[in-house]
């Protein structure tokens, strides 16, 4: 099984492959799911925040 952090980030990537204007949902999702992880524990959302920077994505 792969780590979330893993499948994320092969996500992201993908989605950041998209034409701009296709791209927001997507990004919007990926915040969402970034706050709501907040309670999960396990460094979920520290590294879901870390991933979202290296796209220029902040929280």
Known sequence: ????????A????YVWELPESKRK???D?????CNKS???GWGVRDDMVMLLAEYGLND
């Not at 099984?1 to 994320?8: A, E, N, V």
């Not at 092969?10 to 990537?13: G, I, N, R, V």
């Not at 999702?29 to 799911?33: A, H």
């Open 1 to 8: 099984m792969k780590k979330p952090k893993i499948l994320y």
């Open 10 to 13: 092969q996500a992201l990537k």
């Open 25 to 27: 949902i997507y990004v």
């Open 29 to 33: 999702r990926f915040l969402d799911v």
């Open 38 to 40: 907040e309670n999960v």
